[in-house]
């Protein structure tokens, strides 16, 4: 067993906190493979819930909770004529403390293969019932721990990340620790590291520190680009435009995008800044390329190239670059490996896209056409000599759900799912044989399969 | 007014701002540079985050992504001509206009204010 507190605080009073990803935070750094998390509330106005994070029905959850129990009914319990032995700062909360008995004090989840066993639209709530206060869920997890966690590489990024948001305002901090703790591949933080072990010079802690900012750069683009697609979601979580406006995501990234470029400039290699300072350019002219691509959505091949280079195999290939750079490879490596990252970036992106089609992926199916976001299948299934018409149709109008069921079926019965996964392949070769030039000091195999893996998966 | 040659490949797919507020900018940091793509890197993180809405109202989608190419412009520019201590006085304040705007508290200076200061830190 191993005990535990979740401590946080809410600013409403009635506020649904999503401790999902705080909880999976715990079981990873436990290493808790199979079992269970066992939470407790340690507040009698405050509850616990398992249901789906989405704004609205959060606040119809709200709005039930008062019309179930109002505000200002009246409740004996607030008659403190009557009561005994009462604090000078009693508050009047007769209300909150009902409207916990209609909620649990308690929850038993599954953990499995080191995951948090949830439904796809389930999060867990902790449910502030008369706040804005401090509070502490406590949690405890048994079942079979692994004896390794983390590869050191790796678990040195997520300190790095976790010291350098424990140390911003907490405004800023916590929409980005929410990102951050959701998940995602760390790919391009793996390569930095993997990469800035390649020449003579090497400094586990600086590439961490390296790795860390650029993925912090990743997020902060990513924020911006989910207020600009208006998606509601992320990693299974509302996005930080959704759940607190465009205002506090446009000056989260912001604040993200400096605070990466200062870290970077910071570690003291010139040509480290520049690469990722260039890569950064590319994200923001393609992102405005993209967007002026969707008037004549779905696009074109070339176009779409262009794109997904700039925004996508960019920072990919920065990664690559400048932690060879940093380790002081020669020129020929570095070349080689921001050529090796480009290609595998334009696959992964490649892959991506197929994966908006896999029913298996976890995902909406469908949620790249929905938002009309460039996609190579796409642009392939609306050239189709046979289904094109009515693809290039169906995009021209509004998608609701049967016209986007409706361009995915036409999409899966053409040869162009499989076209882009041939494509997506043939450039994993070629990255591959990128590497085959220059001397990478044992690297190579461990490059090949991240390559490799950046393709052949199904999330 | 026109842009200086050497400036020209900076502007690009952002010309359209020289006139609409850029140059002024350009030219209000000018007399604090040795080397006058500073003063456009300032200009144009000052015009950026104008552009944004930053610490105001959200700007829509496709302004926010111009003003983010101010900044990447802008960022990527200090990365190439400037000296460290001012890459990382233009980073500091550019946190403390968004940490300010996210507590939705005031800009501790103006941005034109900060950024100058920011000039004036390798001195």
Known sequence: MSPNRLEFSTTSPTQFVDITPRIQEAISRSGLRDGRVHLQSLHTTLGLAVNENEPLLLRDFEGLLERLAPAHAGYEHD???????????????????????????????????GQLVLGRWQSVFAVELDGPRQRQVAIQLEGVFATHVREPAESLVELELARQLLVDPEPIASPMRRLIEAGGKRLRPRLVQLTSAIGPRTDPLRAAELAAAVELLHNATLIHDDYVDESTHRRGRPTVAAAEGAERAIAVGDYYFAKATRLIAQIGNPGVTSAVAEALEAICASQIDDVALRGTYPGDRESYLRVIRGKTASLFAAACASGALLSEANADVVAALRRYGDLLGTAFQMAD????????????????????????????????????????????????????????????????????RREAQALIDEAVRELEAVELDGLRPVLVSVAKSAVDRSS | MSVEVALEPELDRLEALWSDGLADAYQAYLPGVDQPKLALAAALIEVGVRLQGLG????????????????????????????????????????????AAAAEEPAPASTRELLLQSLGAAR
């Open chain 2, 56 to 99: 105001g109202r959200a700007a829509p989608p496709t302004t926010l992504l111009v003003g983010d190419l101010c900044l990447a412009r802008g960022s990527r520019i200090l990365a190439d001509h400037a000296p460290l201590a001012v890459q990382v006085a233009f980073a500091r304040a550019i946190e403390s206009l968004s940490s």
């Open chain 1, 79 to 113: 008659d403190f004529a009557r009561r005994f032995e009462i604090r000078i700062d009693e508050p009047v909360n007769g209300h909150a403390h009902c409207r916990q008995l209609l909620l649990s004090a308690f929850a038993t989840l599954l953990v499995e293969d």
């Open chain 1, 353 to 420: 896209d197929v994966i908006d089609f896999s029913p298996s992926s976890g995902k909406t199916v469908g949620l790249d056409i929905r938002q009309r976001v460039l996609s190579l299948p796409l642009i392939y299934a609306a050239e189709d000599r046979v289904v094109g018409p009515e693809v290039r149709r169906l995009l021209a109008g509004t998608l609701g759900d049967p016209e986007v069921g409706r361009v995915t079926e036409l999409v899966t019965s053409t040869d162009a799912l499989p076209r882009v």
